[in-house]
């Protein structure tokens, strides 16, 4: 009988590396033009924003729980993290994301659409005092998606490729009035429970009838690989600290076991196993940035009967010891999150 062992839950990744060169990787540039113009508006907004909040770097969160703003003065490291369902926009700077052998690069005006809860390698890859990484990440809600679509009178034709539900695309002008919009709406906080549902589902509608919207139906479609995959992904995220067996997981997708493999390596460039097992290790990696926990008791939080075992996984996949990258984490943490507000 095949089995799930025994690991860690989910969570944000190190600065350090995943272990994998990104010169060997396959680079998959998108198909947009290069020459993709900010909207003024947008981008004087969003400094204006920053500004307001006493300007600096890091996290700018605003008074819609989903929808953040990011800025930096310096590139990044490269980070794993548990990717939810978003909306992630650059408006200056240049970003990069690494999921199995593919690299997705975006830089100023255009935008990355993931579509299902994905572990992946990110980073900011283009930025300076003088020229800021400055971006949006807004968080998409999928059964919205799926609502929108029902509406359509020509609904997307379905993406062909079998690959992960995520693609980079320009940030045209609607959808740059919508994000525009959200974040005016957060000066007046009692209209954002109104207003902000009829913004969201445009933001939908635009994804949905863009160049990539085959992207997304292929995910809210009930009957589809990527919403049958989808059901799996919950329930590991959902039960991560959990010995799940592998005829679990395809039955929660309605799919044969042969059937099952090929359709969820496809989509997240893993296995199950190593699926699970990188949830665990971010969740564990959070509770120990987070929480305080020290390196025993969060291998146990997480699945995990080994502390040594667990140490072991995390240094093969952060490259650096439990207890180091926690403090290497830490200051990151309270540098970025926290807010840096010099730019020297």
């Not at 509406?151 to 980079?168: D, M, T, Y």
Request: glycine share 6%; net charge neutral.
């Amino acid at each position: 009988m095949n089995r799930m062992p025994e690991a860690p839950k989910n969570l944000p990744d190190p600065a350090g590396g995943d272990g994998l060169p990104v010169e060997a990787r396959v680079l998959r540039w998108p198909r947009n033009a290069p020459e993709v113009r900010v909207p003024p508006s947008l981008f004087e907004a969003v400094t204006s924003y920053i500004e307001a909040q006493g300007g600096g770097q890091g996290v700018f969160p605003t008074q819609i729980g989903s929808f953040n703003i990011v800025c930096s003065f310096k590139e990044r490291m490269r980070m794993r993290q548990v990717y939810k369902p978003s909306l992630c926009v650059v408006l200056q700077g240049a970003k990069e994301i690494v999921l199995g052998e593919d690299t997705l690069r975006y830089g100023a005006g255009q935008c990355l659409a993931v579509g299902m809860t994905l572990p992946a390698t990110g980073h900011i890859i283009e930025a300076s005092p003088d020229a800021p990484y400055t971006g949006l990440t807004l968080e998409l809600d999928v059964a919205m998606i799926r609502d929108v679509l029902e509406q359509l009178e020509a609904p997307p034709a379905p993406a062909v490729r079998s690959g992960p539900c995520l693609f980079v695309r320009q940030i045209d002008e609607p959808l740059a009035e919508c994000i525009l919009r959200l974040l005016r709406m957060c000066e007046t906080p009692k209209a954002i429970p109104i207003l902000f549902p009829s913004v969201m589902r445009e933001i939908c509608y635009w994804l949905l009838s863009g160049p990539n919207g085959g992207e997304l139906r292929k995910l809210v479609e009930p009957e589809s690989n990527a919403a049958r995959i989808a059901k799996a992904l919950h329930l590991l995220h959902e039960n991560v600290a959990r010995t799940l067996r592998l005829e679990q997981l395809a039955e929660a997708a309605r799919m044969s076991l042969s059937s099952f493999h090929q359709h969820f390596k496809a989509l997240t460039s893993m296995t199950p196993l190593q699926f699970q097992k990188q949830l665990r290790l971010l969740e564990a990696r959070r509770l120990m940035v987070m929480e305080d926990t020290n390196v025993t008791e969060a291998a146990y939080q997480v699945g995990y009967e080994s502390a040594s075992q667990f140490s072991r996984e995390y240094s093969r996949m952060f490259g650096v010891a439990p207890k180091r990258d926690v403090m290497n984490q830490q200051r990151l943490y309270s540098e970025y999150v926290g807010r840096t507000v010099q730019a020297g």
